[in-house]
């Protein structure tokens, strides 16, 4: 009787103190049995485009639309002859856009027409980078005087290839990670039974210089100054390991 007494008030001591008695925190971190262990890693390399795009044109007014247009015309022959001689593919000279503005006289009560503006504008594409600068001070000087964005790329072999250098990085800041993290917390890994990626690239800036460079100014054109920098291949990779 005793034994059973004894028995029967440690349980009510252990009711009233889980009721009554202070709050015990308990912190765990646990690997549910099962789950994956997932880790991700960052790759980055830098790449130089090798390839320019530059949108020029040729722009003119007049009060007679037959005749701005053939200025127009032959200018715009003339600017990409000229652009050919350096070596520029016809298939990487693309017509963008061309427009016909009437231009309106509003001071009288009855609208009407005083003249015409004339514009064509061109993409051209320029793989041998070393041409850049030459290309857009020749087309200035041959009757260019519009000169729109430049855009810059790399070839698709050196972007495929960086882009693999950057999977490896990645994949092996994953593997580092996921060892020491294993090791840390005790945790046995098994093989990788997932993997999985995601890119992006940071947009390429060009800085350039473009003084005095459209015609009609009463100068020279000087020379372009074309630098592209570089940008960033950044590959995220996250690799699922068995936990055993």
């Known amino acids: ?4 007494g004894a028995v029967v008030t440690f349980f009510i001591l252990l009711f009233a103190f889980a009721k009554w008695g202070p709050a015990v925190n308990f912190n765990t971190t646990t ?6 262990f997932i ?3 960052e790759g ?12 020029i044109g040729i722009q003119e007014n007049g ?6 247009q053939n200025s127009v015309n032959a200018k715009s022959k003339n600017l990409t002859d000229t652009i050919k ?8 000279i693309k017509t963008v856009s061309y427009n016909v503005y009437p231009q309106y006289d509003y001071n009288d009560s009855v609208q009407k027409i005083t003249g015409y503006q004339v514009s064509t504008n061109y993409e051209v594409k320029v793989k041998d980078f070393d ?7 020749a087309a200035t000087s041959s009757g260019a005087n519009t000169v729109g964005a430049i855009s810059f790329e790399v070839n698709e072999e050196t972007k495929s290839k960086k882009l693999q250098e950057a999977r490896e990085k990645a994949v092996s800041v994953a593997k580092e990670k996921a060892q020491g993290l294993a090791k840390a917390a005790g945790i046995a890994l098994g093989k990788v039974i997932n993997v999985s990626e995601s890119q992006s690239g940071n947009e390429i800036r060009p800085m350039y210089a473009t003084k005095d ?10 020379p372009a100054n074309i630098q592209p920098g570089e940008t960033d291949i950044t590959v995220t990779i996250s690799l699922s390991y068995e936990v055993r």
């Open 131 to 137: 041409k850049v600068n030459d290309v857009l001070t």
């Open 1 to 4: 009787m005793k034994k059973i």
């Open 31 to 36: 690997q549910p049995k099962g789950e994956p």
């Open 213 to 222: 460079m459209a015609v009609g100014s009463g100068t020279s054109p000087v």
């Open 44 to 55: 980055k390399v830098s790449v130089t485009p090798d390839i320019a795009k530059v949108t």
């Open 85 to 92: 001689k350096l070596g520029v593919a016809e298939s990487d």
């Open 39 to 41: 880790v991700s890693g």
């Open 63 to 68: 009060s007679s639309l037959k005749t701005v």
